[in-house]
């Protein structure tokens, strides 16, 4: 495998470039270090943005492989409280008036370290009127024909605690939804509101579910860390952490999943499910893998 730095008269389309026989992967550092086109295989799993205005918007709207943190998902109204003081995040969802997605996925990351099967990406933040808590924040893929490895990993730069979950959110390519299924173990499913902001939760004991039959938008706490999709083409396999929360949602077009690791659920900065806290001067680190085979 080799990469090639692929430089764009738009900043936000620059991205190094892996490939080989069979696998190609664009990683975009300005697009908060997101993959932008993955094939292994021969497999098409991850398609790339179009590298133009539209490209940038649906990127905006549509979070295709961004890398969540200091929250995945929503935070209802972008209000909540920490230590007994109040923040207020940015609205980026106005249709339902939430904060979605957390603070990187438009940030421009540097690029620590390159070579043929791996990238390491870093942002640091300083401060922000919602999120007032200094942090670094580093990517890395490690690559291969076969399947690729990601960390996040988050390290608190102040002098206090802060809140945080993160999560990936990759859309899979199907050619359609006929034949095709995602199995796992979960433990329950959580019942969203109107503005999809979690509200309840429910016992679930279901382990394949049937894409051709349903439209989801939901989340679900994992009884373990596998998540299998299967298509007539291809198996996809996604390893996650143990203690780790599923969010499944089909878009309206019917030709890809998105499968959404996350360490928490939805507005877990103000209903605490799965919320973590991070200590000054300490790091987390969050890990998945994918890995694919050919079923023709």
């Not at 200590?279 to 680190?285: F, N, T, V």
Request: net charge negative; with cysteine; proline share 5%.
């Amino acid at each position: 495998m080799t990469y090639k730095h692929i430089r764009h008269n738009n900043p936000a389309f620059e991205h190094y470039h892996f490939s080989s026989e069979g696998f190609s992967c664009k990683v975009f550092p300005n697009l908060g270090g997101s993959i932008q086109e993955l094939t292994m295989g021969g497999i098409s799993l991850i398609k790339e943005i179009t590298m133009d205005e539209s490209g940038l918007e649906n990127y905006r709207t549509k979070y295709p492989s961004a890398v969540l943190f200091p929250f995945p998902n929503r935070v209802a109204q972008g209000k909540y409280s920490y230590n007994g003081e109040q923040f207020q995040l940015s609205i980026n969802e106005p249709g339902f008036h939430n904060a979605i997605h957390g603070l990187v996925s438009n940030q421009q990351f540097a690029v620590g370290r390159v070579d043929n099967q791996s990238i390491s990406l870093l942002y640091t933040h300083d401060s922000s009127h919602g999120f007032p808590f200094p942090y670094q924040f580093v990517i890395t893929y490690l690559l291969s024909e076969t399947g690729v490895k990601l960390s996040f990993e988050a390290t608190n730069l102040g002098t206090q605690s802060f809140p945080f979950g993160m999560g990936w959110h990759p859309y899979f390519e199907l050619e359609n939804y006929e034949h095709c299924s995602v199995g796992f173990s979960v433990e329950k499913k959580y019942v969203n509101d109107e503005k999809m902001v979690p509200v309840d939760s429910e016992a679930y004991t279901e382990e394949r579910i049937d894409l051709a039959k349903v439209e989801l938008d939901s989340a679900y706490k994992l009884r373990n860390g596998r998540i299998v999709l299967t298509s007539p083409n291809y198996q996809l396999q996604m390893e996650v952490p143990e203690d780790c929360y599923l969010q499944l949602y089909t878009p309206e077009n019917r030709t890809a999943l998105a499968i959404e690791p996350m360490t928490c659920i939805g507005d877990a900065f103000n209903n605490r499910v799965g919320l973590r806290q991070l200590a000054s001067g300490s790091s987390y680190l969050f890990a998945t893998s994918i890995s694919v085979k050919s079923l023709k």
